[in-house]
């Protein structure tokens, strides 16, 4: 596989990933295709030069788009990948609700790619040069927010109930926020960036992947035989039709 150079070859990848996961009706493509209009969202604001360092940032992002491409071909390649990316690629033989299995993607890709991948860019340079663009794509993931939950209320009519039970003081429900898993994806930028040695910073990526791996599986598996039971109702009122799914999020973009 030639790894993509520039955000342009990684869309075009994305839009390959996803046009094979639909044609197999493969529920992975629901992660490949919010991944894809998040980067189209983040390669326009460097269009913009909204960031510090545009250039950088078009690195960053490719960088960080190469570890899942490479996890995606190495999994259907049936070679070894980190533990996160094969409990988010497995989960597709699973009757999950759609919004689980767009959070395992996200739980492996934010909570590791993304802290390994900036750790990577800023190898032998100061670390925190990087945390202002690092954080200001924050502000465009929040600004895909509502667009991303009026795309979930299309295809998941009930996905209201999770809200819901999410509120309860005797269940909890998959925890999972973006502003948080990227804060997280900080803190292990810097416990990787500040090995020397290149098999020590190999070694806190096993970790953190490790760490991040039993978090998928409280996504993947939660417990509470209420929240059981509600994600039960909800999937049952879904579409079930990948390609159904993508043309619900195509609809409000």
Do not use: C
Not at 35 to 46: D, M, N, S, V, W
Not at 137 to 147: C, W
Not at 224 to 234: A, F, H, M, P, T
Request: proline share 2%; no cysteine; aromatic share 10%.
């Amino acid at each position: 596989m030639k790894r993509p150079t520039t955000i342009d070859e990684v869309l075009a990848e994305l839009d390959k990933i996803v046009g094979v996961a639909v044609a197999e009706n493969n529920t992975a493509a629901i992660f490949a295709y919010v991944y894809r209009r998040t980067t189209a969202a983040i390669k326009q604001g460097i269009e913009e030069g909204i960031f510090e360092d545009n250039e950088r940032m078009h690195q960053f992002d490719v960088l960080f788009a190469n570890l899942y491409i490479e996890a995606w071909h190495g999994y259907r390649n049936q070679e070894v990948i980190s533990e996160s990316w094969r409990i988010a690629f497995e989960a597709e033989k699973e009757n999950l609700i759609i919004l689980q299995h767009l959070i395992l993607g996200m739980n492996a890709h934010i909570n590791l790619d993304l802290g390994h991948a900036a750790a990577q860019i800023m190898k032998d340079k100061q670390l925190e040069d990087l945390k202002p663009d690092f954080m200001k794509v924050n502000q465009i993931l929040f600004s895909l927010t509502d667009e991303l939950q009026q795309g979930l209320g299309k295809v998941s009519p009930l996905l209201f109930l999770a809200d819901w039970l999410g509120k309860r003081n005797d269940e909890q429900l998959i925890d999972f926020g973006i502003d948080k898993a990227r804060r997280f994806s900080w803190v292990t930028a810097e416990r990787i960036w500040q090995e020397k040695e290149n098999d020590s910073k190999i070694e806190v990526v096993r970790s953190v992947d490790h760490t991040v791996a039993q978090l998928g599986e409280l996504m993947r598996h939660p417990k509470g035989w209420v929240l059981k039971l509600v994600l039960r109702v909800i999937a049952w009122f879904e579409e079930r039709e990948v390609e159904k799914i993508i043309i619900g999020f195509k609809r409000v973009h």
